[in-house]
């Protein structure tokens, strides 16, 4: 997955990936009394709008593009993510056809109309769901935070909801997931019902830095924290993050993407620690395109000419 930094690219971005389509209808121009039409592939100029060099992403874009025959001779322009979003936004604006990196949670989402392409040679996967690892041990140890970690659970939309917050007012992650607690108590109530508060018992969280899991880590301690405990929170690379929980450096996750995205470091250590079911699914990486277009899959484009 790519590690992306908001406040760096001047958007937030979290870890499910995706093209997305933007464009109208064909074009028409009379030509000696003949009509002339212009394929929505033949406007976008056969180029897909991509993220930098090197990222994970890119190298899978570049498989689309070996895979499907029908989009042979396209191209794919790559350039930052910021650049990226700002000719999307300018795509869109304009009702224009652009064809872009994406991956979900992302607060694009929730600020635009889109749809992922259905990808029917599969060679962005299925859709995820993404994990709470702890430590073994911990319900023996420390069963109060234990059970508020089993209960945590989010939809997709609020998270891309809180993102797009995020974005548009420039906040911090912990601001962002102190504001969130603040406003969703009856579900905070329902993680934590039964809990009787505790005295300072420490916890060690550990994330990956993608937008989307530094705002449930951040979420999780501090639901924590109001229980009583004294959370650390520490980003760490995914190969750390299974590590330390394994090791018991750790005492739990909310970031593992699975059966895909981190399935390797997974089943490395999926011995050392005791997996508690997701705390969202529908994680997405893919192809899409905005609801007003008519495409619904990779397929139904065409080649270069």
């Given amino acids: ?37 212009t394929s929505i592939s033949e406007q976008m100029s056969y180029k897909i709008t991509g993220l930098e060099p090197g990222a994970g992403q890119t190298e899978m874009n570049e498989e689309v593009l ?40 992302h607060y694009m989402f929730a ?23 702890v430590r073994k041990g911990l ?8 059970s508020i970690l ?15 917050a995020a974005f548009e007012e420039d906040l911090e992650m912990d601001a962002l997931a102190q ?10 109530a329902e993680w934590t019902e ?7 018992t420490h916890i060690e969280l550990v994330s990956t830095p993608w937008d989307s899991e530094m705002f449930t880590a951040n ?8 229980q009583g405990h004294d959370v650390t929170l520490t980003l760490v690379d995914p190969a750390i993050m299974f590590k330390s929980v394994a090791t018991g450096d750790a005492d739990a996750s909310l970031s593992p993407w699975m059966p895909t995205t981190h399935a390797d470091q997974y089943e490395a250590y999926e011995d050392d620690f005791e997996d508690l079911g997701p705390c969202y699914e529908g994680a997405k990486i893919g192809l899409a395109v905005p609801t007003y277009m008519e495409e619904d899959s990779l397929a139904d484009f065409e080649p270069a000419e």
């Fill in 1 to 37: 997955m790519l590690n992306l930094n908001w406040k760096k690219l001047g958007m937030t971005a979290s870890l499910s990936l995706a093209l997305l389509v933007a464009g109208c209808g064909q074009e028409g121009t009379e030509n000696g009394g003949s009509t002339e039409t």
């Fill in 219 to 226: 979420v999780a301690k501090i639901v924590l924290e109001q």
């Fill in 139 to 146: 319900k023996e140890d420390k069963p109060a935070a234990y």
């Fill in 194 to 200: 039964g809990m009787e508060p505790v005295d300072g």
């Fill in 66 to 105: 070996t895979t499907y025959e029908n989009l042979a001779g396209w191209e794919q322009e790559v350039s930052s993510t910021g650049a990226m979003l700002s000719a999307v936004d300018d795509a869109i604006k304009n009702n224009e056809p652009i064809m872009f990196t994406a991956w979900s949670p």
């Fill in 111 to 133: 600020k635009w109309d889109l749809k992922f392409l259905e990808d029917p040679e599969g060679v962005f996967g299925e859709e995820q769901e993404v994990l709470t690892i």
């Fill in 179 to 188: 504001r969130w607690v603040e406003e969703n108590q009856d579900t905070v």
């Fill in 150 to 164: 089993d209960k945590i659970y989010w939809e997709v939309s609020d998270i891309e909801n809180a993102l797009l």
